[in-house]
């Protein structure tokens, strides 16, 4: 088992973890392997899924994707064959995130609010 932040990875079950106050997440590990389309290509689904959440912060977000990356090459092997991979699909992923979390911290271009 490894453990990312409040995130655990058991290659049998999957990622588990259980933001403060907040009741326990697990994503088994046929799950993991879930997409989104976007209008740019498909995207992993459960890194955006869990950005869009109100309670995740750029950290949480670091770990989860540092437990859900680690988790897919783990599970390499045990792909589905139905899963087409994209060469870039996590970047495109993580490009999705990125500007998804630039909201909680607005970069320098960003307008003060007076």
């Known amino acids: 088992m490894k453990k990312y932040g409040i995130w655990e990875f058991n290659e049998d079950q999957g990622l588990t973890g259980r933001p403060l106050n907040l009741p326990e997440i697990k994503i088994s590990k046929e799950q993991l392997w879930e997409t989104e ?42 792909r589905p064959a139905t899963f087409n991979v994209e060469p ?18 607005p970069g320098p271009d960003a307008e003060a609010i007076a």
């Open 37 to 78: 389309d976007t209008t740019e290509g498909k995207v992993w689904k459960w890194p955006l899924h869990l950005t869009r959440q109100k309670w995740c912060s750029p950290v949480m977000a670091n770990d989860f994707n540092k437990a859900f990356f680690s988790s897919i090459k783990a599970l390499k092997k045990q």
């Open 88 to 105: 870039d699909l996590d970047a495109r992923t993580i490009r999705w995130q990125t500007d998804m979390l630039s909201d909680y911290f």
